[in-house]
Nanobody, 124 residues
Framework: QVQLVESGGGLVQAGGSLRLSCAAS????????MGWFRQAPGNEREFVAA????????DYADSVKGRFTISRDNAKNTVYLQMNSLKPEDTAVYYC?????????????????WGQGTRVTVSS
């Protein structure tokens, strides 16, 4: 069992930056692929970024490539999402998720555990 708690969301102006954190419980954090997803009002939850158990491989949605960076610190059981050059269309609730696999997965149904979400609002 893995419990995930996100933090770091808030209100920021367009062009600004935020850093989201996701703290995970459990001693096997390093065996999980970790991902970030987001859901805007009226939209389905969508993939944002994923990182392999070692941190050596990452993947991003085209909409955030070059602006967002996912990273992890296995010693601290924490995964991060650095978001730069934020746009109003990045406004959403951001969710952290864990998948018990060594494969870098990017779809909702591949993830086993989810956090409660943290809201990000980007004003124009």
């Amino acid at each position: 069992q893995v419990q995930l708690v996100e933090s770091g969301g808030g209100l920021v102006q367009a062009g600004g930056s935020l850093r989201l954190s996701c703290a995970a419980s459990g001693r096997t954090f390093s065996s999980y692929t970790m991902g970030w997803f987001r859901q805007a009002p009226g939209n389905e939850r969508e993939f944002v970024a994923a990182i392999s158990w070692s941190g050596g491989n990452t993947d991003y949605a085209d909409s955030v490539k070059g602006r967002f960076t996912i990273s992890r610190d296995n010693a601290k059981n924490t995964v991060y999402l650095q978001m730069n050059s934020l746009k109003p269309e990045d406004t959403a609730v951001y969710y952290c998720a864990a998948a018990h696999t060594i494969v870098l997965v990017t779809t909702n149904y591949d993830y086993d555990y989810w956090g409660q979400g943290t809201r990000v609002t980007v004003s124009s």
